[in-house]
């Protein structure tokens, strides 16, 4: 009646539960430092899934190769995702540059004629 399948789904279950009982007691003001820190540990996720990938025995099914490709992709996009969310929120906190004196004086000319 116990199989390893059975006990991962519900692993995997849990695991989503939790997941998401903790991020919902994250304030709206950490999501994105908390991203950015996480994009480290979704960086080995991606390094191990590119190692089992590369180690699968040579007569594993297709299926088994389409799935680990799969989760492969999904997990780079992640990384990618997370750092542009990274940037742009950083991008936020730059400072302006100072308008050049050529062109405060041609919108001044402007706004007088």
Do not use: C, Q
């Not at 490709?69 to 540059?97: E, Q, Y």
């Amino acid at each position: 009646m116990y199989t390893p399948l059975l006990a991962n789904i519900a692993i995997v279950v849990l695991a989503g539960f939790v997941g998401f009982a903790v991020i919902s007691k994250v304030p709206n003001t950490l999501h994105t430092p908390l991203m950015s820190g996480t994009n480290a540990i979704h960086g080995i996720v991606v390094l191990g899934a590119l190692i089992v990938l590369g180690r699968l025995p040579e007569d594993a099914s297709w299926g088994v190769r389409l799935i680990a490709f799969v989760a492969l992709i999904f997990g780079t996009l992640n990384v990618v995702g997370g750092f542009l969310v990274t940037d742009r929120m950083l991008s936020m906190f730059k400072s302006k540059p100072a308008p050049s004196k050529a062109a405060t004086s041609a919108a001044a000319k402007g706004a007088v004629s």
